[in-house]
């Protein structure tokens, strides 16, 4: 079965191109284009697809409005793929924040870009942890304090902060010595008690509330300083 993808872009040349590039692959297609914010929800609900590459500078309705708007209007939206120009773009860590599962550059590889489509299709984010510390860094420290309240077992706060690191179940699995359904459990129940839609917006949320923060560039934790359990403060 294929992936089906609407593409959001005010700049035509980037939609006949992203187009040409994922309807060259056998599993996935495009099933509609916008050329504004405003457009995609009725879109979406007609053609529903699975993934939006949604870009975030649009001249009336913006990505991170569209983003809004897309989650609130479905109990089973698609997932969002944010494309953009600059990887340190404001635009881009709201459109996070709202809800987008993951960002791609513009100037990113023909297979880069079928990757990532499949990656947040499959259910995944498509996190980069180092752009995510860059961004709380810079753009961050907004209050988010979910984590105190979240009452975080030991091990969903273990899981936590490997996934700010970036890994995936699987590795997480590896690390922690068990098997990956119960990473899968943990991590559920996590997103769950911080009300995030998926990887990414659990990982922001460790990051803002100080739950996890930077480390000195060379440090080798994965580019993270653990801190204890929320729910043991």
Known sequence: MSIDVVIVDDDELIRLGLRAIIDAQPDLRVVGEASDGAEVPPLVAKLRPRVVLMDVRMPAIDGIQATRRL??????????????????DEYVYDALRAGASGFLLKRARPSEVVEAIRVVAAGESLLFPAAIRQFVGAYGGRGGDGLRSARLTER?????????????????????????ETVKTHV???LAKLDARDRTQAVIAAYESGFVVPTPAGVDHGGVVPRKSPSSE
């Open 71 to 88: 989650l609130a209007a479905s109990a089973d939206p698609p997932r969002v793929l944010v494309i953009t120009t600059f990887a340190n």
């Open 188 to 190: 559920g129940n996590l």
């Open 156 to 180: 969903e706060a273990e899981v936590l902060r490997l996934m700010a690191t970036g890994l995936s179940n699987t590795e997480i699995a590896g690390r922690l010595v068990v098997g990956v």
